[in-house]
């Protein structure tokens, strides 16, 4: 994707309504253009390996595949999944997020927050910011395995500088970059610099990557009640 070109989308979800609905909306966007739908997991990603685009709204509960192995198959290959979920507690979500997903959404999203969305997704963020997104992954990570630690992810953590790993403790509490400088007392342009570079050195994509990771490695282990 350039600058000048529209964001190039895939809509999954196998009730037609919902998924030409969401496709309507999306093309309605001079900057956004749906290249292609699918039904289910599976044809979710045929449609992305032959049309390419930059993200993929993927609807997490499909037949013949679900949106999570869609996800976890099209990892590292160009699309950036965001999730479509019905319950803001879904089961769901922390797989999601551990499959690769950058984000997601509630079906009753609203127009505007969609278009937000998508844009975010496709400029290499993660939709982590919101609070409810905060909640969710204190809850899955909660009810998950329990974090234990793990030699390989100890060894790449220690790759980061002691503010860096911090900085990675308040991603993973699900602050945005300016909550992490107002803690920090900093610049959010500072933020963003010790984010890509814990990025870079962890070889993550995105921040849900760097939160999986967190919890994961037990640098962060969440706390049940909070």
Known sequence: MTETSPVRLVVADDQAIVRDGFAALLDSQPDLCVVGTAGDGAQAVRVCQE????????DIRMPVMDGIEATRRLAGQGPRSLMLTTFDLDEYVYEALRAGASGFLLKDVTAERLFDAVRVVAAGDALLA???TRRLIKEFAT???APVPDTA??????ALTPRETQVLRQVAEGLSNQE???????????????VSRMLMKLGLRDRTQAVVLAYESGLVVPRAGR
């Open 153 to 158: 992810g100890a060894a790449t953590l220690a």
């Open 180 to 194: 992490i400088a107002d803690r920090l007392v900093v610049t959010e342009q500072t933020v963003k610099t010790h």
């Open 51 to 58: 049309a390419q685009p930059d993200v993929v709204l993927m």
């Open 143 to 145: 009810r998950g395995p």
């Open 130 to 132: 919101p609070a409810v």
